[in-house]
């Protein structure tokens, strides 16, 4: 039973325009989320965070929404580049557990971005 | 180095042989995860350190699966009785003050 998912396996958008990956999880104790971004034959990368008491988090190109009452969270990212074409993991953890680093991964979402 | 380094990159393997993965974390960070990545899946979580004791090993999958760190630093992920299902990619993170995880770029198990 997934805690955390990520219905769509691939997207594919234009150089330039929005990219929107979208991640929904079950676990209403889940208080802290992350998006995590994966290139081949490395590890993940940390992206962006966003706590359960905000909705919006804003880096740069990158920001991440969260609804709580929907329990969906999605990472918009304006323009889209071609060096975003990456693997983007959606996690979420309880922190206030202590468990600061068991943090549950959705599936990922292959990002091509298409010069 | 600066980053999360682990050895060995790629490990091949025969049924039943015992392997060991290294990971050595980015200094000072006092809380190494390990965690587990098969294909077409997210990484999944395996166990949790925080200095030379383990916080929480909930996610270790069997007992053939055990983790040490015995200077609080390094970090050894021991398997025994190597099983093809363990075919996959190992991940070693160690955690800023802030939280925020930094994985080495993993190790590639193959058991044959």
């Known amino acids: 039973d997934q805690q955390v998912k990520q219905n769509s396996p691939s997207l594919s958008v234009q150089e330039g325009r929005i990219s929107i990956l979208n991640c929904d999880y079950t676990?209403?104790?889940?208080?802290?989320f992350l998006w995590y971004k994966k290139y081949p034959a490395e590890g993940p990368t940390f992206l962006i965070s966003?706590?359960?008491?905000?909705d919006k988090n804003e880096d740069g190109r990158f920001t991440v929404f969260l609804n709580k009452s929907a329990k969906h969270l999605s990472l918009h990212i304006v323009p889209s580049q071609p060096g975003d074409s990456a693997v983007y993991f959606c996690?979420?953890?309880?922190?206030?557990?202590?468990?600061?680093?068991?943090?549950?991964f959705g599936k990922g979402t292959k990002l091509s971005v298409k010069p | 180095g600066a980053g999360v380094s682990q050895t060995p990159s790629n490990k091949v393997t025969e049924k039943g042989k015992y392997v060991e993965l290294r990971c050595d974390p980015i200094?000072?960070?006092?809380?190494l995860y390990w965690y587990r990545q098969s294909l077409g899946q997210g990484p999944e979580f395996l166990i949790y350190?925080?200095?030379?004791?383990?916080?929480?090993d909930s996610g270790l999958p069997n007992d053939r699966f055990f983790a040490v760190r015995p200077e609080g630093s390094v970090s050894t992920l021991k398997i025994q009785r190597t099983e093809r299902g363990d075919s996959a990619v190992y991940l070693c993170?160690?955690?800023?003050?802030?939280?925020?995880?930094?994985f080495g770029e993993g190790s590639r198990l193959t058991v044959l």
């Open positions: 996690a979420a953890s309880e922190r206030g557990g202590g468990s600061q680093g068991n943090l549950i």
């Open positions: 676990n209403s104790m889940f208080d802290y």
């Open positions: 993170a160690s955690s800023s003050p802030k939280g925020e995880l930094f």
């Open positions: 350190f925080q200095g030379t004791g383990a916080a929480d």
């Open positions: 966003i706590s359960s008491i905000k």
């Open positions: 200094s000072g960070h006092t809380a």
